[in-house]
């Protein structure tokens, strides 16, 4: 998934991260881009980009600069069965067809 720099740079400085002079500086040693972004966050911590972040710790960063990459992902496939017995009728309609 791409997310623009200017996106991981907000969601750097909205979790504290980094401050935006150590931002800076690293983006003026290493250029500007995303890449050099998901290294920082990556150095600070220890995951290697905000998706990471999003899947293994979703409850203790903020993610309200980056969350329109991530409304897709949120939606439930309510076509599922919850039970067993109603999932095989779905595993079958599903590999055969709904019509057969």
Request: charged share 40%; glycine share 2%.
């Amino acid at each position: 998934m791409y997310i623009k720099p200017e996106d991981i740079e907000n969601f750097i400085r909205d979790n504290d991260i980094a401050t935006e002079e150590e931002v800076r500086l690293v983006c003026q040693i290493n250029g500007w881009s995303t890449d050099t972004l998901n290294k920082i966050i990556n150095c600070r911590t220890e995951y290697h980009d905000i998706e990471q972040i999003k899947a293994c710790e979703p409850d203790n960063f903020c993610f309200s600069s980056v969350e329109q990459y991530f409304e897709d992902e949120e939606e439930d496939d309510d076509d599922e069965p919850e039970d067993d017995d109603d999932w095989d009728a779905y595993v079958i309609s599903n590999a055969y067809g709904s019509d057969n």
